[in-house]
Nanobody, 122 residues
Framework: QVQLVESGGGLVQAGGSLRLSCAAS????????MGWYRQAPGKRRELVAA???????VYADSVKGRFTISRDNAKNTVYLQMNTLKPEDTAVYYC????????????????WGQGTQVTVSS
């Protein structure tokens, strides 16, 4: 049974930082690409950042230079370091275990975490 458990969300002032973690079990973590998505109220879920099994990364334009995705295969965990947070970063952040195809992250419909709330106050 695949489980993805996010943690690290919370309330932070604009300009602050948070680090999200996603602990995975039930998959061969080192072989999976991993992605972070977010969904704000009334908006579609969007890709924030993804990392391949080999460490290649992609970012949404809105977070480039502010967010960093990384992984620790020994701990079966993927991280999202979020710096210089803005109110528009407020959303529920979800972890996904997917695939890396042609330099693009392809999400899995089945492998999602429960989400962690990030709220950035102005």
């Amino acid at each position: 049974q695949v489980q993805l458990v996010e943690s690290g969300g919370g309330l932070v002032q604009a300009g602050g930082s948070l680090r999200l973690s996603c602990a995975a079990s039930g998959i061969i973590f080192s072989l999976n690409a991993m992605g972070w998505y977010r969904q704000a109220p009334g908006k579609r879920r969007e890709l924030v950042a993804a990392i391949s099994s080999g460490g290649s990364t992609v970012y949404a334009d809105s977070v480039k230079g502010r967010f960093t995705i990384s992984r620790d295969n020994a701990k079966n965990t993927v991280y999202l370091q979020m710096n210089t947070l803005k109110p528009e970063d407020t959303a529920v952040y979800y972890c996904n275990a997917g695939k890396w195809i042609g330099g693009t992250y392809v999400y899995s419909h089945d492998y999602w975490g429960q989400g962690t709330q990030v709220t950035v106050s102005s």
